[in-house]
């Protein structure tokens, strides 16, 4: 189920996306709040098909356990590709001329693990200056109805995040005349939560292995989609929010 809403506010969601090499710094949360990572690099442009290797103590001078990750994504139209593309070019010329998709997703990562933590712990109040308000108040009634297992896969820590893609791009006009660009970011990420194995949709099971194959930790390799929009209305403020959730067989 997709949980959408009009435009809303989120300045600490805007610098963490729209501040060029900025670190994202949120307003003081509660002690209960979650501790924010450091950003991480920008991906490489997409191409039809990609791929993502994720290694750690590899080589004859590696210290600790051995893991080993390798994730496939692949894209089907070369058009949608170049489509986005030109979307970001029209951003540049006539929105934004400093916008950069690489700073963009690394910002919408970080803004995805923080909230996605959050949907998870329940934490829906610190919310507010990230999701829109019409999708807060679907999320409210959603994830209280969740069983645990479903509840704990919601997170997704910044370093489990396998791959990032950019899907649909829009600009557009409301009937005021106030413009508006979305991007609808998609994630991949690792979960260790106890689902079945069987679990419908694009959720797939991998086994980790650390130090030897008598040592494995099970993970799902779980999706999800979040949109962000921003006004670009002259005198407008420069705030991303979320104004899209799906977490697929999960969020629904």
Known sequence: MALRAAPGRGRWLARALAAPGAAWVPPPPPAAALALPLPLAGLRPLRPSAGFASTAGQG????????????????????????????????????????????????????????????????????????????????????????????????????????????????????????FVSILMRFWYLNGANLPDEVPGETKVFQIVFGDEGTKEKRHLLTANYEFQREFTEGAKPDWTITRIEHPRLLE
Not at 78 to 99: C, G, M, S, V
Not at 144 to 162: F, K, T
């Open 60 to 179: 004859p001078e590696a210290e600790g356990p051995q893991r080993r990750v390798v994730v496939v994504v692949r894209i089907t139209s070369p058009f949608a590709w170049l489509r986005t593309r030109f979307y970001y070019l029209l951003i540049r010329l006539y929105f934004d001329q400093e916008f950069s998709i690489e700073e963009f997703t690394r910002g919408a990562k970080q803004a995805f693990s923080v909230v996605s933590k959050l949907l998870s712990q329940r934490k829906l109040d610190l919310l507010d200056e990230l999701v829109s308000a019409e999708v807060l108040q679907v999320l409210k009634e959603k994830i209280s109805l969740l069983p645990d297992n479903h509840r704990d896969a919601l997170a997704a820590d910044i370093d489990a995040i396998m791959y990032t893609t950019e899907g649909d791009v829009r600009i557009y006009y409301d009937d005021d005349g106030r413009k």
